[in-house]
């Protein structure tokens, strides 16, 4: 993708990975609108953020998916690039059917909302010339954390999904790429809190993806090399060594 002249949706842009993006992206010419469920941090964003702005949406609703797809493309028609960052992620106890609630609104929060978005966004964006689809998985996609099952197994589907979206698109203007994060120290799920070296600072990875956009702007799946451990386990024979090592580690 191109990284200056765009304008760019980023749902899932109210902390973490997706605000660190966007001010990254704003700061580099580009118009960016974050979209959460988090109002008042919407505003807040927009007032300490010249060159941003706030969208309320829950992509676990679908009219809210389909309202902030009216007010976007009215308020900033020339949009050309929408990335799929909103998402959650919390332990489960396969033990018992206790699961089952966070497994369903894992799945309705990044599978479902995922594809709803892209469901919502996808012909509009084949009108502009230069746009891209960017989805973000998971090096646990590749090799999954014991504590997260239903989250590994929903950043896997879009990952699967994201492939088949670049394969139909392939002949419109539309170019798909797949962010895949390692662990990052946000409070996705308190990553931030633990001091042990395993996640990787904000800043240190949002530095490596923006040099992947600029420098290697033909990679389809932008990943920083810590994740290329999590990411290759399977292709370098120590898929199960991984996975282990992993579950001991949480
Ligand atoms: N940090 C990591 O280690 C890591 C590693 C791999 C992948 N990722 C992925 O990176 C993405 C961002 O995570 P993060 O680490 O930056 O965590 P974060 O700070 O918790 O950010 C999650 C974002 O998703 C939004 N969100 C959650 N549910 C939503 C909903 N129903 N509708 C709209 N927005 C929703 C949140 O906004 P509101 O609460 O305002 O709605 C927030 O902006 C996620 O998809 C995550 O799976 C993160």
Known sequence: MKTTGNTILITGGTSGLGLGLA????AADNKVIVAGRRAELLR???ASNPGITGLELDVADPTSIAEAFTKVTASDPELNVVITMAGIMQPEDLHSAGFLETAEKTITTNLLGTIRT?????EFLQTKPDATI?????????TPLALTPTYNATKAAVASFTDILRLQLADTSVEVLELVPPAVATTLLGQDQDDSGRAMPVDEFLDEVMSILTERPDEKQV???????????????????VMQTLAGSH
């Not at 960017?134 to 996609?141: E, I, K, P």
């Not at 990943?223 to 060594?241: C, F, I, T």
């Open 223 to 241: 990943m920083v090399e810590r994740v290329k451990p999590l990411r290759y386990s399977e292709a370098n024979g120590n898929y199960d060594q």
């Open 118 to 122: 892209i469901a919502a966004f996808t």
């Open 23 to 26: 001010q990254r992206f704003a």
């Open 44 to 46: 807040d964003i927009e």
């Open 134 to 142: 960017m989805t973000v998985t998971s090096g646990l996609a590749y």
